[in-house]
């Protein structure tokens, strides 16, 4: 149950497009089509916008979408607005159990 | 709305043990898989355990394995976890979290989580 790999940051300006990659292994990203990513703003609870690798739940902007390659998942949020700024997590079932990634702090420009 | 709300954290010596709760409202709680997620101080998330609407089958993470148990009283709303043998590495901000219907893995409420630090 390593943790998935994420970067630490990144960042991009309003308007722009930017993509977090999320590594995993054959034990979970792989294997599993059962990623989810979350968006966590400062002080507030984690809130899901992404299942099944690429499904939104409702109420979630049309700007998030995922995809999946590999053992890799990745997260690209389009239009960058100012509220998209937030620490963000992939999250991957694996074999009885849940492995999140170490987070990536976005920064909005 | 939809509420869960955790309590039962608290500063416990290494060795010691606590019972956390979370108290589940505005849905149907015997329907949803629940789950423990905790954050230590300047970390990231990391999954704990997660158990089934019924309570029948229950799942935890290799680092609480053996000294977590997690529970649920579908009569009270209420998820519980008992945690023994406390190190400070358990030291955390633990969040109750609702699955999505019988989808342990899917997070889709939050409640704002009860604190646990373990001192020596």
Same mark, same amino acid.
């Given at each position: 149950?390593?943790?998935?790999?994420?970067?630490?940051?990144?960042?991009?300006?309003?308007?722009?497009?930017?993509?977090?990659?999320?590594?995993?292994?054959?034990?979970?990203?792989?294997?599993?089509?059962?990623?989810?990513?979350?968006?966590?703003?400062?002080?507030?609870?984690?809130?899901?916008?992404?299942?099944?690798?690429?499904?939104?739940?409702?109420?979630?902007?049309?700007?998030?979408?995922?995809?999946?390659?590999?053992?890799?998942?990745?997260?690209?949020?389009?239009?960058?607005?100012?509220?998209?700024?937030?620490?963000?997590?992939?999250?991957?079932?694996?074999?009885?159990?849940?492995?999140?990634?170490?987070?990536?702090?976005?920064?909005?420009? | 709305?939809?509420?869960?709300?955790?309590?039962?954290?608290?500063?416990?010596?290494?060795?010691?043990?606590?019972?956390?709760?979370?108290?589940?409202?505005?849905?149907?709680?015997?329907?949803?898989?629940?789950?423990?997620?905790?954050? $230590?101080? *300047?970390?990231?998330?990391?999954?704990?355990?997660?158990?089934?609407?019924?309570? !029948?089958? &229950?799942?935890?993470?290799? =680092?609480?394995?053996?000294?977590?148990?997690?529970?649920?009283?579908?009569?009270?709303?209420?998820?519980?976890?008992?945690?023994?043998?406390?190190?400070?590495?358990?030291?955390?901000?633990?969040?109750? $979290?609702? *699955?999505?219907?019988?989808?342990?893995?899917?997070?889709?409420?939050?409640?704002? !989580?009860? &604190?646990?630090?373990?001192? =020596?």
């Amino acid at each position: 149950q390593s943790a998935l790999t994420q970067p630490a940051s990144v960042s991009g300006s309003p308007g722009q497009s930017i993509t977090i990659s999320c590594t995993g292994t054959s034990s979970d990203v792989g294997t599993y089509n059962l990623v989810s990513w979350y968006q966590r703003r400062p002080g507030k609870a984690p809130e899901l916008m992404i299942y099944d690798v690429s499904e939104r739940p409702s109420g979630v902007s049309n700007r998030f979408s995922g995809s999946k390659s590999g053992n890799t998942a990745s997260l690209t949020i389009s239009g960058l607005q100012a509220e998209d700024e937030a620490d963000y997590y992939c999250c991957s079932y694996a074999d009885s159990s849940v492995v999140f990634g170490g987070g990536t702090k976005l920064t909005v420009l | 709305e939809v509420q869960l709300l955790e309590s039962g954290g608290d500063l416990v010596q290494t060795g010691g043990s606590l019972r956390l709760s979370c108290a589940a409202s505005g849905f149907t709680f015997s329907s949803c898989a629940m789950n423990w997620v905790r954050q $230590a101080p *300047g970390k990231g998330l990391e999954w704990v355990s997660a158990i089934t609407g019924s309570g !029948g089958r &229950t799942y935890y993470a290799d =680092s609480v394995k053996g000294r977590f148990t997690i529970s649920r009283d579908n009569s009270k709303n209420t998820l519980y976890l008992q945690v023994n043998t406390l190190r400070a590495e358990d030291t955390a901000v633990y969040y109750c $979290a609702k *699955g999505r219907e019988y989808k342990f893995y899917y997070m889709d409420v939050w409640g704002k !989580g009860t &604190t646990v630090t373990v001192s =020596s």
